[in-house]
C-alpha cells in the first residue's frame, strides 16, 4: 500500500492527479517553474460534455471556467473551407482551474527533479508527470514530437468568433484559432516542420493585435504503445510522459485526467495499470501509424484503408467524446485532400 507520494510535475496530470488520491496516501507534488513563472502551455479547447464529468470528480465544477462555447469549427483546406457542427468543444480557463486544483496542496515550486531518489528518497512511490519531458523515466527510440507555438492575443478586430483550423499540407500538423471570450483568443500552430513562424506574427499585425503571451513546446503524439516503459524503479509515468495524447489532433487535456484515473484505479497493481493504458489507448496507435505515414510521405490510401476506416469510426462513435460532428465526406476530404 503506498503511503508516501511524490507528484513531479503539475500540468494538468499532476494536479488533477493530487485531487483524486484516497486520502490515507500523502501526496507532495514538485514543480520545476517557481509559482510565478508557471503556465499551462496549451490552447485550451477540450469537450465540456465529457470533462464536466472528470472535473466533477475531483470536486470542481467545469462550468465555472468555461470561456466560450464553440457552435462550428471551420477547416479551411486552402481551397476550400470544410464546416464541422461542434457538439461540445469549448475553451475553458485551464490555467485558473490547474491553479485551483493545487490550491491546499503541497507543492515545492522551482523544484526540478533530475531523478528519483537524491529529494524524493523518503518517498514509496514517484509520479512522473513532467510531460514532454518523461524526466524520471528512460528515453524512448522514435518519439515523435511536433514543435508548437502559440500567442495568446487580444484585440477588437479579432477575425473570427468561433473555433478556425487549417491543417498544413501533408496533414503535418496545423494552424488554429481557438477564441477566449472578450476579445482573446489562442492563435498558434504545430507542425513537424515548423512552418508556421512567420504566419503568427502577421495576423497580430494584420489584426491590431496585442500579444498577451508567447508560449510553446513540443507536443508528443508517440501513443503509450510506444512510450513504455512506463515504469522504472518507483516511478511511474502518468499523462503525457507515457504518451497519452490524441494524435490527430495533439488533444490531451482529456487524455491525460483518464490516464490519472486508470493510475488510481490500479495502485499497488502495476501489471494492471499497464494493461489498462495500452487498451484504453489502443486506437492512439492506429491514429499514430496514419500520422506518421502521412509525415514520412509514406501515406496509400488503398493500404490504409482499414486503419482510416477504423478511425472514422471510432470518431463517429465518440462525437460528445472529441466534442465534434463526424462525418465521411468531411473525414474523407480532410485525411485524403491534404
Ligand atoms: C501549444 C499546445 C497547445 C495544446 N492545446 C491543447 C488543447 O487545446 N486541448 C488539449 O486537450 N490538449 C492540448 N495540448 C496538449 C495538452 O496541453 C497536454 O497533452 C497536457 O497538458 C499534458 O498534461 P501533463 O500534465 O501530462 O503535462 P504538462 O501539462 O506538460 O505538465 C508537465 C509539468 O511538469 C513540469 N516539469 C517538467 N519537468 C520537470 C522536472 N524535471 N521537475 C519538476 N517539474 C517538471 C512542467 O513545468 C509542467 O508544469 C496542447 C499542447 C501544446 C504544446
Not at 470536486?59 to 483546406?77: A, Q, S, W
Not at 524520471?136 to 468568433?161: A, C, G, R, T
Not at 482573446?184 to 508556421?196: E, I, P, S, T
Not at 476506416?309 to 465518440?318: A, D, E, K, Q, T
Request: net charge neutral; charged share 25%; glycine share 10%.
Amino acid at each position: 500500500m503506498v503511503t508516501r507520494l511524490a507528484v513531479v510535475g503539475t500540468g494538468v496530470a499532476g494536479a488533477y492527479l493530487l485531487n483524486r488520491l484516497p486520502s490515507d496516501v500523502e501526496a507532495e507534488a514538485f514543480e520545476m517553474r517557481s509559482e510565478k513563472n508557471w503556465y499551462t502551455v496549451c490552447a485550451w479547447g477540450t469537450s465540456q460534455p465529457f470533462i464536466s464529468d472528470l472535473v466533477k470528480k475531483a470536486g470542481f465544477n467545469f462550468e465555472d471556467y468555461v470561456l466560450h462555447k464553440g457552435k462550428n469549427m471551420i477547416v479551411d483546406l486552402g481551397d476550400e473551407e470544410v464546416n464541422i457542427p461542434l457538439r461540445g468543444l469549448v475553451t475553458y480557463d485551464k490555467h485558473r482551474l490547474t491553479e485551483d486544483m493545487l490550491k491546499g496542496k503541497k507543492v515545492h515550486w522551482g523544484a526540478q527533479i533530475k531523478e528519483a531518489n537524491g529529494n524524493l528518497a523518503g518517498f514509496d512511490t514517484v509520479v512522473d508527470a513532467t510531460g514532454m519531458h518523461r524526466t524520471l523515466l528512460p528515453k524512448v527510440n522514435d518519439d515523435l514530437l511536433i514543435p508548437s507555438l502559440e500567442y495568446q492575443v487580444k484585440s477588437k478586430e479579432l477575425p473570427y468568433d468561433d473555433f478556425v483550423i487549417r491543417p498544413y499540407p501533408g496533414l503535418t500538423g496545423y494552424w488554429w484559432y481557438f477564441p477566449l471570450g472578450d476579445g482573446l483568443a489562442h492563435v498558434g500552430a504545430g507542425d513537424v516542420r515548423g512552418r508556421y513562424r512567420y504566419e503568427l506574427d502577421e495576423f497580430v499585425k494584420k489584426y491590431h493585435c496585442e500579444v498577451v503571451r508567447r508560449i510553446g513546446r513540443p507536443v508528443r503524439v508517440t501513443p503509450p504503445k510506444y512510450m513504455e516503459p512506463f515504469f522504472d524503479g518507483k516511478v511511474t509515468g502518468v499523462g503525457e510522459s507515457i504518451g497519452t495524447v490524441y494524435p490527430m489532433l495533439g488533444e490531451g487535456i482529456i487524455p491525460s485526467m483518464q490516464c490519472v484515473n486508470l493510475f488510481v484505479d490500479h495502485m499497488g497493481d502495476r501489471e494492471g495499470y499497464r494493461r489498462a493504458v495500452l487498451e484504453h489507448y489502443a486506437v492512439y496507435a492506429k491514429v499514430y501509424k496514419f500520422i506518421k505515414a502521412k509525415v514520412e510521405d509514406k501515406f496509400s490510401f488503398a493500404r490504409m484503408l482499414p486503419t482510416l476506416l477504423s478511425i472514422y469510426l471510432y470518431m463517429r462513435g465518440n462525437e460528445e467524446r472529441y466534442g465534434l460532428q463526424t462525418r465521411l465526406p468531411e473525414f474523407y476530404k480532410i485525411v485524403t485532400r491534404l
